[in-house]
């Protein structure tokens, strides 16, 4: 378009100031609810809706108390919750994907399977909870396979879609030119299912912060649904406040790297689109 | 949910309420506000409608029995018992005016009032035995266990019904005063009748359980520590019917009334095979579960140094987040 006429300064110019305009207007919703939570909240004397500035406070006071940072009451339980979240989400994503590529790709797989998929996908996860616990005890290993088996349909569901979605054109020409299984499933079916994948990803990464919550919140010893639940029995409003923050904060942190993966990962397919509007 | 529940509970309580005023008075007025008015009640005839949020536990069957036999009635009460989900939801209920009075344990309200509730305790709700031994809670291990003693504890994980909680407190206590480190015992907050099977499965090494699981527990081989809350004080108060300072403050004379009615269910439950029978009333043990189990003791007299006591405990495992626990603030 006009880009290659204007001087060089002047686009790095555009892009930044572009960038920062972005961030800017990124920041201003947030920037005016906590404004607004902060002064509407500032002269509450009602124990279950505590000042923001009693909320914020708990920070230095009980995340963030004692002289050790790794030790302090955040790194452990926070470090304990995000992992949980990345090891169930990571085997999420693998058994979804593979699973994935199986059914949609094999027709008789599918007919096979798709009566039990429903099934499960029809049952909500948290409910499973005391069931899992039978099996799984009550610590990691439930913690974890609470967060995989609630995020596991989405990114399987939108697998399969994105596998059978796949043009058949360019499946047989794949065929045509002699391609063996392994090239084909790395060049022609995950390229081609993976903006389907990435969205089942998205929707799974906010499902699994879910399961985490619910997970620890039972049988609550460690972790951040732990701390929230003990805030909660012990009438520590602001601490169970702040508790919601933090849930807020990681939840934010987790999607801004998907999504930064992701724009990496779909380069070619925001490319791909572009050409095909501009081809039409 | 729950709040969803609650209020559909309370709008059931309001439309029985103004059923109930609008067929005792001749001329119905309807109060605006949910405060009853004392004057009118015994005199005309006419009962103070009064909501009391309890958990179905053996701990509250000497309020059933008065409310069953009308010894509330005769004071000029008509009592509404509603059944909570849990102890910690008890307390936001009270606090805003949806229910007059609640029953929760001590060291509960303790952490409920550094949070900035205004609370008193009006009535001791139930005391411990006087022996360890024979309290209706026990910590418990699974046969077989090599824990015989607090001082094994230390490092173990522990099953209790809510963390930071009595339970919490008297094992730390016990562990402590047995020589070993009360921080190194790791609590898992558990739904009492899930217990048992995170005890056998392993998931825990010990767990503090209270009738009618307690029982249930030494029928399927558990191994009672004899670590209960009778080991801090013989005849510990454990735990109290509450009501917020400002209730309290306006309505003494249904705080009075109250107070009296629960005096005489206490006399009543005092007859053991009543209180037993009282169980039936709210709980669907088992005649032979009801009849085996170890009963609380049900004394009208508030005992002040059980409260001290209580405050003492979590302000030194530190449940309050530093912050001061004010016995004194939560006594009448």
Same mark, same amino acid.
């Given at each position: 378009m006009s880009a290659p006429s204007t001087p060089a300064p002047a686009r790095v110019l555009a892009a930044t100031g572009g960038g920062l305009w972005r961030i800017v207007l990124a920041l201003l919703l947030p920037a005016v609810l906590v404004t607004v939570w902060w002064f509407a909240s500032a002269d509450s004397t009602d124990p279950q809706v505590p000042p923001l500035a009693t909320v914020l406070d708990k920070f230095p006071t009980v995340w963030f108390a004692g002289d050790d940072l790794g030790s302090s009451l955040f790194v452990e339980t926070v470090g304990q919750s995000v992992s949980r979240v990345l090891i169930g989400y990571a085997i999420a994503m693998v058994i979804g994907i593979v699973l994935g590529v199986l059914i949609g790709t094999f027709r008789p797989l599918r007919d096979f399977c798709e009566p039990v998929l429903e099934f499960f996908r029809a049952i909500p996860p948290p409910i499973l909870t005391p069931i899992l616990m039978l099996f799984m005890g009550i610590d990691h290993a439930l913690k974890i396979s609470l967060i995989v088996v609630g995020a596991l349909w989405p990114i399987l569901l939108n697998t399969i879609e994105g596998v059978r979605g796949i043009d058949p054109v360019l499946k047989d020409t794949a065929r045509a030119y002699g391609l063996g299984p392994v090239r084909r499933l790395f060049s022609l079916t995950l390229p081609g299912a993976s903006p389907q994948i990435y969205t089942g990803g998205r929707q799974a990464l906010s499902i699994a912060l879910i399961m985490m919550v619910i997970g620890e919140m039972f049988a609550a010893f460690d972790g951040i649904g732990s701390a929230i639940a003990q805030f909660q029995a012990t009438f520590s409003t602001a601490s169970m406040w702040s508790a919601v923050l933090i849930l807020g904060c990681i939840g934010s942190v987790l999607a801004l790297i998907f999504g930064a993966v992701e724009r990496v990962g779909l380069t070619w397919y925001r490319g791909y689109l572009r050409s095909q509007r501009g081809g039409a | 949910m729950r709040h969803a529940k609650s209020i559909a509970v309370a709008a059931a309580a309001a439309a029985l309420t103004f059923t109930l005023t609008a067929c005792g008075s001749e001329a119905p007025v309807l109060e605006p506000s949910a405060s009853p008015s =004392?004057? +009118? +009640?015994?005199a005309e005839g006419e009962l103070t409608p009064i909501t009391v949020g309890v958990l179905p536990i053996i701990d509250v069957a000497p309020l059933y029995l008065g409310v069953e036999e009308g010894v509330f009635e005769a004071h000029g009460l008509e009592v509404e018992i509603v059944k909570a989900e849990s102890g910690p939801a008890i307390v936001p209920a009270v606090a805003s005016g949806e229910y007059e009075f609640g029953f929760s344990n001590v060291t509960s309200l303790l952490l409920a009032q550094a949070g900035g509730e205004e609370l008193q305790i009006v009535a001791p709700g139930n005391y411990t035995t006087e022996d360890p031994a024979a309290d209706f809670g026990n910590t418990v291990v699974p046969a077989g266990s090599a824990i015989a003693g607090a001082a094994d504890l230390a490092g173990k994980k522990v099953a209790v019904n809510a963390p930071k909680s009595l339970l919490q407190a008297t094992i730390m206590s016990e562990v402590e005063k047995a020589?070993?480190? =009360?921080?190194?015992v790791t609590f898992v907050p558990m739904p009492f009748g899930d217990m048992p099977a995170a005890l056998a499965g392993g998931d825990v090494d010990a767990a503090m359980v209270m009738e009618p699981f307690l029982t249930l527990s030494k029928e399927q081989g558990a191994t009672p520590l004899d670590i209960s809350f009778a080991s801090n004080q013989a005849e510990l108060l454990v735990a109290g019917y509450f009501a917020t300072d400002e209730y309290a403050a306006e309505n003494p004379e249904v705080v009075e009334a109250f107070i009296a009615a629960l005096t005489e269910s206490f006399e009543l439950a005092s007859d053991e095979a009543t209180a037993r029978e009282a169980l039936g009333l709210y709980t669907t043990l088992e005649p032979a579960v009801r009849d085996a189990i170890t009963l609380p003791v049900w004394k009208a007299e508030l005992d002040d140094t059980s409260v001290e006591l209580q405050a003492e405990l979590a302000q030194k495992f530190n449940f309050s987040e530093g912050a001061e626990l004010d016995a004194a603030g939560l006594l009448p």
């Open positions: - | =004392p004057e +009118a +009640a015994g020589g070993g480190d =009360p921080e190194s």
